[in-house]
């Protein structure tokens, strides 16, 4: 190892995301992972696992024990909204820099790590998406939003997603309204026979979310016009996808001293 190294602590580690974080970091060169945050198996190694046969870093359920021992620069967090807000405070509280991958944060709970990140002038980067088409799909959508205000978003996930609509869906939602702002769409008098036909609402904009086995991460951002469609699609087939966001985002959050939300706001 070098004194280049960066030290990482993974959350969730047994998790679909977790476990691809975990194998990640132990390929990356300047990466170290230390340690593993788990509800489970409190004083194991990783190694222990079946998952991990090779990888001898310990697992805590203690999250402050955990960042006492292995003294870690960056929380890596594939948890639930619950746990992320919870480790993520743990993180900034012993001068961790958080990259969090759990969709679920809301707004008001953004805003409130961002005053404590730059109260301490520690890093931290929430991102909705890690892959870096999905990314790319939020920016396109939102340059197109300006030519294009009438606009429905499709995403679809995993039937084992615990949350409506994505975290990605919303973000997208967000980026489009700052360009479009507030629109009435569809027929002034329309009326859902079964409630939730039409799907969410933000600022007009309706949301559908699809949850069937066999789907991994998918969305569709679909522009109507005056004659013409616009329709833009980012799939993920495999969870390995997000792997190059979650990198770029480790790298990234140790040189800032503030909240960062959503991945595009740190690409080139």
């Known amino acids: 190892m070098t004194e280049n190294n960066i030290r990482i602590v993974v959350s969730g ?37 079946e998952e991990f046969p090779d990888v001898d870093v ?27 807000m919870r480790l993520a ?15 679920g944060f809301t707004e008001e709970s953004v805003h409130h790590f961002q005053k404590i990140a730059e109260e301490k002038r520690i890093g ?23 030519y294009f205000p009438d606009v429905e978003i499709i995403e679809q996930h995993h039937d084992k997603k615990l949350d409506a609509p ?3 869906a919303i973000k997208t939602a967000e980026m489009i309204r700052t360009v479009r702002g507030d629109k009435q769409q569809g027929h002034p008098s329309e009326k859902e026979l079964l409630t ?12 559908h979310s699809v949850r069937l086995p066999g789907l ?7 522009f109507g016009g005056e004659g013409e469609l616009l329709s833009l699609r ?18 990234t959050v140790m040189t800032l001293d503030t909240l960062v939300y959503g991945l595009e706001n740190i690409l080139e």
């Open 89 to 103: 405070a743990s993180a900034l509280n012993n001068g961790i820099r958080p990259v969090i991958g759990t969709s």
């Open 234 to 251: 980012h799939d993920s087939m495999n969870r390995s996808s997000f792997m190059t966001g979650v990198r770029l985002a480790v790298e």
């Open 58 to 84: 310990p697992i805590f359920t203690d999250s402050d024990l955990c960042f006492s021992s292995t003294k870690p620069d960056v929380l890596v967090d594939f948890t639930n909204p619950e746990a992320g």
């Open 196 to 207: 939730g036909a039409r799907g969410a609402e933000l600022s007009g904009m309706r949301i």
């Open 216 to 222: 991994i991460a998918h969305q569709q951002v679909i």
């Open 124 to 146: 931290m980067i929430i991102a909705p998406n890690f892959a870096i088409g999905a990314v790319l799909l939020m920016k396109f959508s939102q340059m197109a939003a300006r």
């Open 13 to 49: 580690p047994r998790g679909k995301m977790g476990r691809e974080a975990v194998h990640m970091i132990t390929r990356t060169d300047h990466f170290q992972l230390v340690g593993a945050i788990d509800h489970k198996y409190d004083g194991k190694l990783l190694s222990d696992l």
């Open 166 to 168: 994505s975290g990605t």
